[in-house]
T-cell receptor, first 114, second 112 residues
Framework: DAGVIQSPRHEVTEMGQEVTLRCKPI?????LFWYRQTMMRGLELLIY????????DSGMPEDRFSAKMPNASFSTLKIQPSEPRDSAVYFC????????????FGEGSRLTVL | AQSVTQLDSQVPVFEEAPVELRCNYS??????LFWYVQYPNQGLQLLLK??????LVKGINGFEAEFNKSQTSFHLRKPSVHISDTAEYFC??????????FGKGTKLTVNP
């Protein structure tokens, strides 16, 4: 079975550039989560979708970050403009039980902003 | 609000030794508790979970955890570790309609 698929796996960009991270959740899962992982802050929930609708975006750092889920099989996380402090590993996860239950994580997108 | 504290950031052990990774939580409501494992350059995967019922929960790869409500703990244990258990382990709590909250993680290093 295909798991959560994220792309790109690695992205190196320069400050000020737009970055788009992509995620394909597991088929049949109705909840999708974007997390950011850094050494300093650990694992932070950025935004959570249920049935393609954003439910909680209180973790989105600032207006430079935006996320969309146009359909049940695709989501994007965009950073515009990017800054060096955005360097982190970004994980997408999906679930079929909303906030409760097991999250299935992708392998992550490692972003480096120079 | 709920929170999770993983008491040890790093735990080094020798192969075949027992290990316990500690996790304490705080929540004003009943909780679900989870342990996730992250191998290098990979995403997290579920090791085990407590939703209700028996307080001793068995997971994959020989790990188990015990839910202790009075001590608000959910420590992870394995009687004999292997080199392949080297990874980072995350405790997580979810209570009521609140979102899942992860601890800072414990890096387990198993040495030969």
């Amino acid at each position: 079975d295909a798991g959560v698929i994220q792309s790109p796996r690695h992205e190196v960009t320069e400050m000020g550039q737009e970055v788009t991270l992509r995620c394909k959740p597991i088929s049949g899962h109705n909840s999708l989560f974007w997390y950011r992982q850094t050494m300093m802050r650990g694992l932070e929930l950025l935004i959570y979708f249920n049935n393609n609708v954003p439910i909680d975006d209180s973790g989105m750092p600032e207006d430079r970050f935006s996320a969309k889920m146009p359909n049940a099989s695709f989501s994007t996380l965009k950073i515009q403009p990017s800054e060096p402090r955005d360097s982190a590993v970004y994980f997408c996860a999906s679930s079929n039980r909303g906030l409760a239950g097991e999250l299935f994580f992708g392998e992550g997108s490692r972003l480096t902003v120079l | 609000a709920q929170s999770v504290t993983q008491l040890d950031s790093q735990v080094p052990v020798f192969e075949e030794a027992p290990v316990e990774l500690r996790c304490n939580y705080s929540s004003s409501v009943s909780v679900y508790l989870f342990w996730y494992v992250q191998y290098p350059n990979q995403g997290l995967q579920l090791l085990l979970k407590y939703l209700s019922g028996s307080t001793l929960v068995k997971g994959i790869n020989g790990f188990e955890a015990e839910f202790n409500k009075s001590q608000t703990s959910f420590h992870l244990r394995k009687p004999s570790v292997h080199i392949s258990d080297t990874a980072e382990y995350f405790c997580a709590v979810q209570g009521g309609s609140e979102k899942l909250v992860f601890g800072k993680g414990t890096k387990l290093t198993v040495n030969p």
